[in-house]
């Protein structure tokens, strides 16, 4: 069994990469929205203890922390997947061929300054992750090979997935976003 696939390291796959390492399983857009209404509570609420309230250390420290937090939050979902992309240098609108044996995974990549070709055993992989749209498959906790899943060809991508599933069994996770 073959299955090939591609994939462009485009903003939208970078952007998917990102948010898979902030939020895990959980839906990046819901999450987002939910983290920056209890930040702004949060921060409404310290407002109110340094203008209604109090003006002692204890007031200047929430302050910090709600504007801290929000801050926080808001360049993780919005900032953070630009400036990997823009750090991304040779790779950026790299793409990367991979064919899928029943052991092991090889890909090509091929960008404006390079062409490399590794092939890898799927016990050496770290972890997958299966988001609706793109897979990734982690090399190491930072590195990951982006397939997406639009791009599947010779075979179906539930086929991709069962395969992945079975070859890394624990280590195979699905996003349900």
């Known amino acids: 069994?073959?299955?090939?696939?591609?994939?462009?390291?485009?903003?939208?796959?970078?952007?998917?990469?990102?948010?898979?390492?902030?939020?895990?399983?959980?839906?990046?857009?819901?999450?987002?929205?939910?983290?920056?209404?209890?930040?702004?509570?949060?921060?409404?609420?310290?407002?109110?203890?340094?203008?209604?309230?109090?003006?002692?250390?204890?007031s200047y420290l929430l302050l910090f922390c709600g504007v801290?937090?929000?801050?926080?939050?808001?360049?993780?979902?919005?900032?953070?997947?630009?400036?990997?992309?823009r750090n991304l240098g040779m790779l950026k609108d790299a793409v990367n061929e991979y064919t899928f044996t029943e052991t092991a995974l090889k890909a090509t990549a091929s960008g404006a300054a390079y062409r490399g070709e590794i092939e890898i055993p799927y016990a050496l992989l770290e972890k997958a992750v299966q988001s609706s749209q793109y897979l990734f498959l982690y090399e190491n906790k930072n590195q990951a090979f982006l397939v997406d899943l639009r791009k599947v060809t010779g075979g179906e991508k539930e086929e991709l997935c069962s395969l992945l599933q079975t070859a890394m069994q624990k280590k195979y996770r699905i996003c349900k976003y």
């Open 68 to 85: 801290l937090l929000f801050v926080l939050f808001l360049t993780g979902h919005c900032l953070l997947p630009r400036m990997t992309f």
């Open 1 to 58: 069994m073959r299955i090939q696939a591609s994939c462009k390291y485009d903003y939208p796959a970078i952007r998917a990469f990102t948010w898979v390492g902030l939020y895990g399983r959980r839906n990046p857009k819901k999450t987002f929205v939910l983290r920056m209404f209890l930040s702004a509570l949060f921060l409404g609420a310290a407002l109110y203890v340094f203008f209604a309230l109090q003006r002692d250390a204890s």
